[in-house]
């Protein structure tokens, strides 16, 4: 099936500093999403982008879905232990309610 | 509270058996999916169904079935075919307004004794 390469695999950062994922896909996808896991619970949508070009802000969170729409990122700024997480892209092929597609995810730990 | 409920939290499963998750939703969406995730990887699609009495066969199907009678649930049998049943499963829903985007339930983890 479709892949989408999502990195890093994983970070270590400092408590107040700004995180910054991406995902890249060889297929062009209508719609990206991101979503945050915590361990042995299900994923939350973060953020959801629809326009090529799009950016759209959550707080401290701020995503992109890129113009050639192959690609979108995630930033997440001054971060705070609770950021602690696994970050996963999703991309939609088609409209509607059609599945997604995932990244394997970033797992980000915050050192205080 | 709307949202979506999977049961039970955790599932053990003796060889050669068969064994149902529960998946119910109570947002009126119309369609309804599986994915299962296992440690360090993304989600992979099962099985979805986006109206009453169908459903498809996602990437990774074999092993599996489902049943969509009622709109608000959507059951997932795992059977003695599927081989490596361990993992986490989960259910998402989304509707048909605009956005269509996907809600996920706190999934099911399944381990085999």
């Known amino acids: 099936g479709q892949q989408l390469n999502q990195s890093p695999q994983s970070m270590f950062i400092q408590e107040g500093e700004d995180v910054s994922m991406n995902c890249t896909s060889s297929s062009i996808f209508n719609t990206w999403l991101w979503y945050k896991q915590d361990p042995g619970e299900g994923p939350v949508l973060l953020i959801a982008l629809y326009k090529a070009g799009e950016l759209t802000s959550n707080g401290r969170l701020t995503a992109q879905f890129g113009i050639t729409r192959k690609d979108s990122f995630l930033n997440i700024s001054a971060s705070i232990p609770s950021d602690v997480g696994i970050y996963f892209c999703?991309?939609?092929?088609?409209?509607?309610?059609?599945?997604?597609?995932f990244g394997k995810g970033t797992r980000l730990s915050v050192i205080a | 509270d709307g949202g979506i409920t999977q049961s039970p939290k955790y599932l053990f499963r003796k060889e050669g058996q068969n064994v149902t998750l529960s998946c119910e939703q109570n947002?009126?969406?119309?369609?309804m999916y599986w994915y299962r995730q296992d440690p360090g990887q993304g989600l992979r699609l099962i099985y979805y169904s986006q109206i009453v009495n169908d459903f498809q066969k996602g990437d990774i199907a074999e092993g599996y079935s489902v049943s969509r009678e009622k709109k608000e649930s959507f059951p997932l049998t795992v059977t003695s075919a599927q081989k490596n049943p361990t993992a986490f499963y989960l259910c998402?829903?989304?509707?048909?307004?605009?956005?269509?985007?996907?809600?996920f339930g706190p999934g099911t983890r399944l381990l085999v004794l």
């Open positions: 999703a991309g939609q092929l088609f409209r509607g309610n059609t599945p997604l597609v």
């Open positions: 947002l009126n969406h119309d369609a």
């Open positions: 998402a829903s989304s509707g048909t307004g605009v956005p269509e985007t996907q809600y």
